[in-house]
């Protein structure tokens, strides 16, 4: 092999610091380790943008740098490793972080966005290196058609849920035995929650956050058409914050919204013609780190204790079911007359 040809198959690699010096330095350190520099960026967006033209086979990078010129750009990486979990996410390129920076909250932050090492300043350079070749080999051995292959997945789990769901629904119409109706409603609820959520993680990566604004209102309003009666003065209201849902939220957070919509569209109002319009409100917020979804009702309240319900109810068993894979608190006030409130808090991972 000729040095030409040598120096083309030498690994190529984009340096990101927002000091030049620094990412000067670490560039000519590559160059003597038999590297190729494929650039330097100095903002967390300048480096996703350069990795997605140049598509090096690595990104050495440092978490502190600014985020980029539009700072009210929320699509925008604020540091290194909101740049590391968006080429991820994106482009599938090994990145290594540098940081001086051991703290549990960097760690936990470093961890969703998945780097292929976290190195704390001050480093050997043998030590850098290591960690250059460790992903570089690692790189080698990984499937490049994994992620849409998991959406693929993802759509085909999504149609056959959907394909059942419509299958409940045929059969709960041509039923006359109100349980068996009753049951099968129940049945296709669960099913439809299942589907959304198909469709919902197919929308991102294995470990990318999924948009819980976007999925609580899809369900809640699909639900809400699919079993409201045709004559009913029913209105929903939804108030849902655009929250990141870990992909492992998503179901049981789903399972959570299809139980308590379902129980409330079907019992809230039972025998009710009031002159107070009915409403149901699905509501979804964050505070202190933990994310709370409500489903309340302006309906006659429940006929009893809920913990007393909750032993002979299958419903309620199923809201406790999801709230503790959730692993969160479920909440249920209740007064005749006013309403009920079913709510279940969860940690909140912060993506940013």
């Known amino acids: 092999m000729t040095s030409a040809e040598n120096h083309k198959h030498r ?28 650039g330097v960026a100095a903002t967390a967006a300048q480096v996703v943008e350069l990795a997605r033209d140049l598509r090096p086979d690595l ?36 990145v290594v972080l540098l940081s001086a920076h051991g703290e549990e909250h960097f760690l936990r932050r470093a961890r969703r966005a998945l780097p292929a ?62 349980k068996a109706r009753h049951a099968l409603a129940d049945a296709g609820a669960r099913v439809l929650a299942l589907a959304k959520a198909h469709e919902t993680m197919a929308a991102g990566g294995a470990e990318s956050p999924c948009d819980a604004k976007v999925h609580v209102e899809r369900l809640a309003a699909t639900l809400f058409d699919a079993q409201k009666a045709p004559d009913s003065r029913l209105a929903l209201e939804l108030d849902v914050a655009p929250l990141p849902l870990l992909p492992a939220q998503v179901i049981p957070c789903g399972i959570f919204l299809a139980e308590a919509l379902t129980n409330a569209i079907r019992h809230a109002f039972a025998g009710d013609a009031g002159a107070q319009a009915p409403v149901l409100r699905v509501e979804m917020s964050a505070q202190g780190g933990q994310a709370e979804l409500a489903i309340c009702d302006n309906g006659r309240g429940l006929g009893g204790d809920p913990k007393e319900l909750g032993r002979h109810s299958f419903g309620l068993q199923c809201l406790q079911a999801a709230a503790d894979q959730l692993e969160g608190q479920m909440a249920i006030a209740s007064a005749p007359g006013r309403g009920t409130r079913v709510s279940v808090r969860f940690p909140l991972f912060d993506f940013r």
């Open 11 to 38: 690994p190529r690699i984009l340096v990101a610091d927002d000091e030049t010096i620094i990412a000067m330095q670490i560039g000519e350190l590559l160059e003597a380790e038999g590297y190729r520099l494929a």
């Open 59 to 94: 990104v050495l990078m440092d978490i502190v740098m600014p985020g980029g010129s539009d700072a009210g750009d929320m699509d925008q990486p604020t540091d290194g490793i909101d740049a590391c979990a968006i080429i991820q996410r994106e482009l599938n390129i090994p």
């Open 117 to 178: 090492a976290y190195l704390l300043k001050p480093c050997q350079n043998t030590l850098v290196r290591a960690a250059i070749e460790m992903a570089l080999a690692l790189r080698g051995q990984m499937d490049p058609a994994a992620p849409f292959r998991l959406r693929e997945a993802h759509h085909r789990i999504k149609n056959s849920f959907s394909l059942l769901h419509s299958m409940l629904r045929i059969q709960e119409i041509q039923t006359t035995d109100p």
